[in-house]
């Protein structure tokens, strides 16, 4: 499909993406993120999504940027993912351009949507804070370990922390029916959820029975400590490829509370999952409230005895009004 692209004064042309694209997105990516990009892995599931349209940008036939724009908190937010420009292309004005395009064709499709969100974790400068407001923020700690190495440590850290006596708080793993009731109790929403936002991953979600759903479709570990009021709460994804290398994984935790205790027990409590079956290395994210980053850090590098592979770093929802 072709869209009309008079209004924008460009050369490019903008179409929507299909499979037969995803060689040409691959070759543009390369490299993205120091080869930590989620799309390869997500790119046809997203081309299947209902509420989603992934758009490309093309010069002379050849596809030169993409941006996917995601529709939820009940048809009133455009989350704008995926934006990349191919590196030939860079510093033209093209991200904008699309950026551009993709409003309009947002405007004309969904005319209830009133706010662009979107998450970054570049530095953000004052052109940005005068394009958007700054929702909310969580730390990012990186780590990395080897699946089968970390398996064989595992029983022997968790009897550590319970010998220890004072580590490991409780956790349970919720079923899929428990998921909207708990995750939308006041308690959650209003005492740990940063900003009121379901972060998971990279996709921020208000906590409403709609974004429930659309998150109920994915395979995620929700855990809580306990049922009846939480006090932390957290979800996992299953690993999933990536481009660094053959036999390389994500892991992406999204911590909610505030708490030291829980935040280690939780973290125990995914790896674990993830750890008993599997092969290949893990790049991990854990997503969390900023100020446990420091004591996290040491916990991953000294306890868990992972490698950390990057220095804090800091995850940032944004948001703007969409004029009419
Ligand atoms: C970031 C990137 C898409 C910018 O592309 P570009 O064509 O060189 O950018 P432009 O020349 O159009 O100028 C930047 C515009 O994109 C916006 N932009 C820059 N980085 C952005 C980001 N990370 N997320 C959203 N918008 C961004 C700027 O605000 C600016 O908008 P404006 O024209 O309204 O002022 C490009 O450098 C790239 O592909 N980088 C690697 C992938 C990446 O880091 N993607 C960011 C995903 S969060």
Same mark, same amino acid.
């Given at each position: ?53 992934? /758009? ?9 940027? @993409?941006? *996917?724009?995601? +529709? !939820?908190? #009940? ?106 009731? /708990? ?9 740990? @959820?940063? *900003?009121?936002? +379901? !972060?998971? #991953? ?123």
């Amino acid at each position: 499909m072709k869209f009309d692209n008079k209004t924008l004064d460009t050369e490019m042309d903008f179409i929507v993406a299909t499979d037969k694209e995803f060689g040409e997105v691959i070759a543009m990516s390369k490299g993205i993120y120091g080869g930590l990009d989620y799309l390869p892995s997500r790119y046809h599931s997203w081309l299947k999504d209902a509420n989603r349209m992934v /758009i490309l940008a093309r010069k002379d036939g050849k596809v030169i940027a @993409l941006e *996917s724009v995601c +529709i !939820i908190d #009940d048809g009133e937010t455009m989350l704008v993912e995926g934006l990349r420009v191919a590196p030939s292309e860079r510093g033209k004005g093209v991200a904008g351009i699309l950026q551009k395009y993709c409003i309009q064709l947002v405007k004309e499709k969904y005319p209830n949507v009133k706010i662009i969100r979107l998450t970054r974790d570049d530095k953000l400068g004052p052109k940005d804070f005068r394009k958007y407001r700054l929702i909310t923020k969580q730390g990012i700690l990186l780590v990395r370990f080897n699946v089968k190495e970390l398996r064989s440590r595992m029983d022997d850290i968790v009897h550590m922390l319970e010998e220890a006596g004072s580590e490991l708080c409780p956790t349970v793993i919720l079923e899929r029916e428990e998921v909207k009731n /708990i995750i939308l109790s006041m308690t959650v929403s209003n005492k740990l @959820l940063p *900003s009121k936002t +379901i !972060i998971q #991953d990279w996709q921020p979600f208000k906590p409403i029975e709609s974004n429930l759903n659309l998150l109920l479709k994915k395979d995620l570990h929700w855990i809580v400590d306990n049922k009846q009021c939480p006090n932390f709460a957290s979800l996992c994804t299953f690993p999933f490829r990536i481009p660094i290398g053959d036999d390389w994984f994500y892991l992406n935790i999204d911590m909610f509370g505030k708490d030291l205790a829980h935040i280690k027990s939780h973290l125990i409590a995914h790896l674990h999952n993830h750890t008993q079956n599997g092969h290949g290395n893990i790049m991990c994210q854990i997503f969390m409230e900023p100020s446990l980053w420091e004591d996290m850090a040491y916990f991953c590098k000294h306890v868990i005895c992972v490698e950390i592979a990057k220095g804090y770093t800091e995850q940032y929802l944004l948001e703007s009004d969409l004029h009419p």
